[in-house]
């Protein structure tokens, strides 16, 4: 007998925009004016079942499969395209682009994109294996671009240019997988007996921002500003359920209820800015940032509650587990150049690249209020290996030259997040179990957080009179894993078992480098003066619990059997952070350098390690 659901469904979304201004005016002004913007919003909330319910199947010799399976996906493509072009020959030129784009796309809107394969009130014979079996793997990806471009040109009036390009992508899944025998059903097998549920969903997202303004005149002012921004949230959250209830398996050969967790966030974002502003007065200023915000929150649970296994062969494996990843870049560049033919030339640099990542699930492995009777053994296995990279990069620079006065000011900064706060449990609570063989309740945590910060910052100012530099560089990472991990049976009897293992363990691991630089000079025929400054701060933490324990229980072991319980802890913290400052001044009557810089780690491991017994006969 098989029972089958698939589910396919797919969207894609293709959405393109672009716009050109040109405006020519060869005794008064031109002025030229482009925007453009492309998005979409995509929606994929579906339920996919297989179901036996309230029936009596007898296979006779063959086997029975009841299987749902959803595989949908989303890809996007959206991207905004401006350009501006102004010019005049003795008039004002001015030039303003825009260029956007965006995606919002969502699998299982209220976690509602549902995946159940269920046995529920029924009677279920045959002499092969039963299997039920929920599968998930919903795929998103977006890919988002702006970019705009300006130019003006003007012969004896002020000159201006503007753009602005930006791209903000969000991405959502939100998957309901389950795998269920429950509500008093009976199976009667030969072979041996599945319940598995399992989620494999990812989100791959780019989003990019670019921005060129160039502004240049003759006999006045020339100004120039470019901004370009990139911004990305993901979030993969939902339940991942492998579970027995209520209900009863008879001679089987093995049995094993399995949920499984895995996926990814990968999230690229990158944004770049180029400004030039040259005339009697040049004005430039050229800012990026890129940003992401990702997270992973999912219940992973195999259990057996309320219910009664006996086998005639094989082992008895109840197992959860969660490798969940997050990989995160993104990075802002700028670069601005002003520069004055007969008076000042004046440059300001903003680069900036954020990311902040968490991930907090719950797995459990249980046998609560059963019986189960095995002839291989029983093994109880939680799971969690959870693990976060990212890299995030900000660099500005300004070059501003003048005939009086040369003023260069760059910022560049770059920050990184990382938090996972997991909770893993295995445990025997309130059962019966004749385990035939050894019995092993096992929890392991092996979360991994690795990042890396860095901000680079150059400014430079020159003048035939005075020049002024001033460039700052900063980094700063912040991490933190605070889990809990479990292994424990309790209120429980435990018969004719070999070699019995309660243990939980952890390998906890942060790695984090922090880079900040920062370079000035500042030159004047009369007056120079540079400013500089780098930090760099790291900040580290890892408060995990990590406990094993037999409480109130009781314990019938074969001859020479063995009987342990561990509790482990192998974390493991390096940190480096670095910051340097370069300052150069240099002018005939008066030099001002000034160069700071400073990096900071702070690191901290207060773990609790708890291995115990109380009540316990053994």
């Given amino acids: 007998?098989?029972?089958?659901?698939?589910?396919?469904?797919?969207?894609?979304?293709?959405?393109?925009?672009?716009?050109?201004?040109?405006?020519?005016?060869?005794?008064?002004?031109?002025?030229?004016?482009?925007?453009?913007?492309?998005?979409?919003?995509?929606?994929?909330?579906?339920?996919?079942?297989?179901?036996?319910?309230?029936?009596?199947?007898?296979?006779?010799?063959?086997?029975?499969?009841?299987?749902?399976?959803?595989?949908?996906?989303?890809?996007?493509?959206?991207?905004?395209?401006?350009?501006?072009?102004?010019?005049?020959?003795?008039?004002?030129?001015?030039?303003?682009?825009?260029?956007?784009?965006?995606?919002?796309?969502?699998?299982?809107?209220?976690?509602?994109?549902?995946?159940?394969?269920?046995?529920?009130?029924?009677?279920?014979?045959?002499?092969?294996?039963?299997?039920?079996?929920?599968?998930?793997?919903?795929?998103?990806?977006?890919?988002?671009?702006?970019?705009?471009?300006t130019a003006s040109v003007s012969g004896s009036g002020a000159a201006l240019a503007g753009s602005l390009a930006g791209s903000f992508s969000y991405n959502r899944i939100r998957n309901n997988t389950q795998a269920k025998l429950r509500d008093g059903s009976t199976v009667d097998a030969g072979g041996s007996v599945s319940v598995t549920a399992l989620d494999d969903s990812s989100i791959s997202t780019d989003a990019g921002g670019f921005a060129l303004a160039i502004a240049a005149s003759a006999s006045s002012a020339g100004i120039g500003i470019a901004v370009g921004a990139a911004v990305s949230i993901n979030e993969i959250?939902?339940?991942?359920?492998?579970?027995?209830?209520?209900?009863?398996?008879?001679?089987?050969?093995?049995?094993?209820?399995?949920?499984?967790?895995?996926?990814?966030?990968?999230?690229?974002?990158?944004?770049?800015?180029?400004?030039?502003?040259?005339?009697?007065?040049?004005?430039?200023?050229?800012?990026?940032?890129?940003?992401?915000?990702?997270?992973?929150?999912?219940?992973?649970?195999?259990?057996?509650?309320?219910?009664?296994?006996?086998?005639?062969?094989?082992?008895?494996?109840?197992?959860?587990?969660d490798s969940s990843a997050i990989d995160a870049d993104s990075g802002g560049a700028a670069f601005s150049l002003g520069a004055g033919t007969s008076s000042a030339g004046v440059a300001v640099g903003i680069g900036i690249g954020l990311s902040v990542n968490n991930i907090g699930n719950t797995i459990t492995a249980a046998i609560d209020d059963s019986t189960v009777v095995s002839a291989g053994g029983v093994s109880v296995e939680a799971d969690s290996a959870s693990s976060i990279r990212a890299f995030s990069f900000g660099v500005a620079?300004?070059?501003?030259?003048?005939?009086?006065?040369?003023?260069?000011?760059?910022?560049?900064?770059?920050?990184?997040?990382?938090?996972?706060?997991?909770?893993?449990?295995?445990?025997?609570?309130?059962?019966?179990?004749?385990?035939?063989?050894?019995?092993?309740?096992h929890a392991t945590d092996?979360?991994?957080?690795?990042?890396?910060?860095?901000?680079?910052?150059?400014?430079v100012g020159a003048a035939g009179s005075v020049g002024i530099s001033v460039a700052i560089g900063i980094s700063i990472a912040l991490n933190d894993i605070a889990n809990s991990t479990t292994a424990t049976v309790v209120?429980?009897?435990?018969?004719?078992?070999?070699?019995?293992?309660?243990?939980?363990?952890?390998?906890?691991?942060?790695?984090?480098?922090?880079?900040?630089?920062?370079?000035?000079?500042?030159?004047?025929?009369?007056?120079?003066?540079?400013?500089?400054?780098?930090?760099?701060?790291?900040?580290?933490?890892?408060?995990?619990?990590?406990?094993?324990?037999?409480?109130?229980?009781?314990?019938?072991?074969?001859?020479?059997?063995d009987f342990a319980v561990n509790a482990a802890d192998r974390s493991d913290l390096e940190a480096n952070a670095a910051a340097i400052s370069i300052a150069l001044a240099a002018g005939q009557y008066a030099a001002v350098g000034v160069a700071v810089g400073a990096s900071v780690a702070f690191n901290n491991i207060g773990n609790s390690t708890l291995a115990g017994v109380g009540g316990v006969d053994v």
């Fill in 397 to 441: 620079g300004a070059v501003a030259a003048g005939t009086q006065a040369g003023i260069g000011i760059a910022g560049a900064g770059s920050g990184s997040g990382g938090y996972i706060t997991n909770t893993t449990v295995a445990r025997i609570k309130g059962s019966t179990v004749t385990a035939a063989g050894p019995l092993t309740v």
């Fill in 446 to 459: 092996s979360a991994v957080i690795d990042t890396i910060a860095g901000a680079g910052a150059l400014a």
């Fill in 237 to 321: 959250a939902g339940t991942v359920r492998g579970e027995i209830d209520a209900s009863t398996v008879e001679h089987a050969s093995g049995q094993t209820v399995t949920a499984e967790a895995s996926g990814s966030i990968d999230a690229f974002s990158l944004v770049g800015s180029l400004s030039a502003g040259v005339g009697t007065v040049g004005v430039s200023v050229a800012g990026a940032g890129a940003a992401s915000k990702n997270e992973i929150a999912r219940t992973v649970e195999a259990r057996i509650a309320s219910s009664s296994a006996t086998l005639d062969s094989g082992a008895v494996t109840v197992a959860a587990s």
């Fill in 1 to 149: 007998l098989t029972v089958q659901a698939d589910s396919a469904q797919k969207i894609g979304a293709y959405t393109l925009a672009a716009a050109v201004a040109g405006a020519i005016g060869s005794q008064g002004s031109g002025v030229a004016g482009a925007g453009a913007g492309s998005g979409s919003v995509n929606l994929i909330d579906a339920s996919t079942e297989a179901t036996v319910r309230n029936s009596t199947v007898d296979t006779g010799m063959g086997s029975i499969s009841v299987l749902a399976a959803d595989t949908s996906e989303i890809q996007v493509l959206a991207g905004g395209i401006a350009g501006a072009l102004g010019f005049s020959s003795s008039g004002t030129a001015a030039g303003i682009a825009f260029g956007a784009a965006f995606a919002v796309n969502i699998v299982g809107e209220e976690g509602t994109n549902s995946v159940l394969a269920e046995v529920s009130g029924s009677r279920v014979e045959g002499g092969g294996d039963v299997a039920v079996d929920a599968q998930s793997a919903a795929t998103i990806y977006a890919l988002t671009l702006g970019v705009a471009g």
């Fill in 491 to 561: 209120d429980s009897t435990i018969l004719d078992s070999g070699d019995v293992l309660i243990d939980a363990s952890s390998t906890s691991k942060i790695t984090a480098l922090t880079v900040a630089g920062a370079a000035s000079v500042g030159i004047g025929v009369d007056v120079g003066v540079a400013v500089s400054g780098a930090g760099a701060v790291s900040l580290n933490d890892i408060h995990s619990t990590v406990e094993a324990s037999a409480q109130d229980s009781s314990f019938q072991l074969r001859t020479g059997a």
